[in-house]
């Protein structure tokens, strides 16, 4: 299973809309409707922004949004504010015969 | 409210031993699988390993495969990653996290206690 790929880095100004991509395989992102989002801020764990590639958990606002077309998803923020300012991690099931969960390699969001 | 703590970390040699831990409080520990999850320094994230919510089943990736063993104690509230055979590679801050159970995510994360694998 190899690492889904992500642009290493994406920028925007406040207010603006930035989309993060996500791509994978048929055996991974394109398989399967378990995409999740995952933000975090320099030196703190992760948090989930997204689940199954479009819900949001409670509490996360409504600029975060996840799509899905092929074997790439992506994440949309919205109305860019100052404290989307973190890495993002895409994440998907890939397992075929067993449990397997694939990561990207990140995105840092720039605000300017 | 939701809290899992971390503890175990800290410098080993190559090919050494270590157990992790990871305290749960703030839910049915018991009712929920659980995952560790690593991030080696300035890199992604990496899952590691899945334990359903009563052990019956554990899954790994297939760089720890033979080498990490995840577990939990229901009766403490906590989960172990016993990891042996440390190598380099294996320098990571380590995370708990919750599976919630109903989809395929991590809602929920530790702090991180960092491992470096260093002579």
């Not at chain 1, 449990?99 to 720039?110: A, R």
């Not at chain 2, 009563?54 to 720890?64: F, I, R």
């Not at chain 2, 495969?65 to 190598?87: P, V």
Request: some cysteine; aromatic content about 12%.
């Amino acid at each position: 299973q190899s690492a889904l790929t992500q642009p290493r880095s994406v920028s925007g100004s406040p207010g603006q809309s930035v989309t993060i991509s996500c791509t994978g395989t048929s055996s991974d992102v394109g398989g399967y409707n378990y995409v999740s989002w995952y933000q975090q801020h320099p030196g703190k764990a992760p948090k989930l922004m997204i689940y199954d590639v479009s819900k949001r958990p409670s509490g996360v606002p409504d600029r975060f949004s996840g799509s899905k077309s092929g074997n790439t998803a992506s994440l949309t923020i919205s109305g860019l504010q100052a404290e989307d300012e973190a890495d993002y991690y895409c994440c998907s099931y890939a397992g075929s015969y067993t449990f397997y969960v694939v990561f990207g390699g990140g995105t840092k969001l720039t605000v300017l | 409210q939701v809290q899992l703590v971390e503890s175990g970390g800290g410098v080993v040699q190559p090919g050494g031993s270590l157990r992790l831990s990871c305290a749960a409080s703030g839910f049915t520990f018991s009712s929920y699988g659980m995952h560790w999850v690593r991030q080696a320094p300035g890199k992604g994230l990496e899952w590691v390993a899945f334990i359903r919510y009563d052990g019956s089943n554990k899954y790994y990736a297939d760089s720890v495969k033979g080498r990490f063993t995840i577990s939990r104690d229901n009766s403490k509230n906590t989960l172990y990653l016993q990891m042996n055979s440390l190598r380099a590679e294996d320098t990571a801050v380590y995370y708990c996290a919750k599976d919630p159970r109903i989809a395929i995510a991590f809602d929920y994360w530790g702090q991180g206690t960092l491992v470096t694998v260093s002579s």
